[in-house]
């Protein structure tokens, strides 16, 4: 089934839209929040491709555009790595109605996003309460990566911009420092408040977050403490995708066995584990005891019965057959 996306009309009356915006800069905003790839939450994968293909544009046209967006108007942030789009004030056009089967969508949504400060960045423009603390609720894992993330990368190949450069005011008073953080701690005071009555209204949706916070916290705390790179956080959010993105009926309990094994043969590397879980995928084991049980088969099967039924040496012979030398002569 097609998507269907809408426009509100006072689009045209935003004084940035209509001031602001060449005609070419409207075209591409209003492809933006309207294209096929585009999410409940207003954060999506697409590629600069895709979007040339899509628009009738070259490649260097696109990242003109992506750039003017980001640093000119800053309606848009884009992470390169992840190949996903966010969109500022997606929360404050889109994101009035609540009730259980929109707050399912959402959560079901945030779950997929990668690069977990773009949930935060849009989380800024939501009104609507109970569906801010739902975003903010997935907000606190990424500060689990935050303080290795920025060193990792390359600011030449990323468009996000850190929060950092809106404080690097070096002349910022050390009363309005204060006063800012006396403000950040009760506007946390107030999230934390908003997010608990919101999970008392979705109990399914706290023990669901509950469980998965716990998942992670487990694989990152084996993956610190067994040599696979403390600073590695781009390895370690790939892994972590396996527990959304895989068919695994345990995928923390089967992931853990592939980092268990990953340390007993020495070879501390995503694509190593990322081979076995796909082996296990594709044979279609889906738990830690149907793989302990195929493992045991295989173990338990002599090699050159293996041999054998793998390779087999001549057509079998059938029943009944009688060999009759003198056949054919007169």
């Known amino acids: 089934m097609a998507k269907h996306r809408m426009i509100r009309t006072d689009f045209w009356k935003n004084p940035m839209v209509s001031e602001e915006m060449t005609p070419e800069d409207k075209y591409f905003y209003l492809y933006l929040l309207t294209n096929p790839n585009m999410t409940?939450?207003?954060i999506y994968k697409i590629t600069k491709k895709q979007m040339g293909f899509d628009l009738g544009y070259s490649i260097e046209s696109v990242h003109s555009l992506m750039e003017r967006f980001i640093h000119?108007?800053?309606?848009?942030?884009y992470n390169p790595v992840t190949r996903e789009l966010a969109i500022k004030n997606w929360g404050k056009y889109n994101l009035h109605k609540g009730g259980k089967p929109v707050m399912d969508c959402i959560y079901s949504e945030l779950k997929d996003v990668e690069d977990l400060s773009l949930?935060?960045?849009v989380s800024e423009s939501i009104v609507k309460q109970e569906?801010?603390?739902l975003f903010e609720s997935f907000c606190g894992q990424e500060e689990r990566f935050n303080s290795n993330d920025m060193s990792e990368e390359d600011e030449n190949d990323t468009y996000i911009a850190t929060e950092c450069e809106e404080l690097n005011e070096p002349f910022m008073h050390r009363d309005t420092i204060r006063g800012q953080k006396e403000k950040?701690?009760?506007?946390?005071?107030?999230?934390q408040e908003a997010l608990q009555t919101n999970l008392d209204k979705y109990p399914d949706i706290e023990t669901a977050l509950q469980i998965k916070q716990k998942?992670?916290?487990?694989?990152v705390e084996f993956w610190d403490n067994n040599g696979f790179g403390f600073s590695n956080v781009n390895a370690k959010q790939q892994l972590l995708s396996w527990l959304d993105?895989?068919?695994?009926?345990?995928?923390k309990d089967v992931i853990l066995k592939a980092m268990n094994i990953t340390c007993a043969n020495?070879?501390?590397?995503?694509?190593?584990?990322?081979?076995i879980l796909k082996n296990w995928e594709n044979e279609s084991l889906l738990t830690v005891e149907e793989i302990d049980s195929y493992h045991e088969n295989q173990k338990s099967v002599p090699k050159h019965r293996q041999s054998t039924e793998s390779f087999p040496t001549g057509r079998a012979i059938p029943s009944g057959f009688e060999l009759d030398l003198t056949a054919g002569e007169d």
């Open 72 to 77: 000119h108007h800053k309606e848009i942030r």
């Open 131 to 133: 569906i801010l603390s």
């Open 184 to 191: 950040e701690k009760e506007n946390k005071k107030q999230q």
């Open 215 to 219: 998942d992670i916290k487990e694989i």
């Open 119 to 121: 949930i935060l960045y």
């Open 245 to 251: 993105d895989s068919s695994f009926l345990q995928p």
């Open 40 to 42: 409940q939450i207003g």
């Open 266 to 275: 020495n070879k501390r590397r995503l694509s190593y584990m990322v081979g």
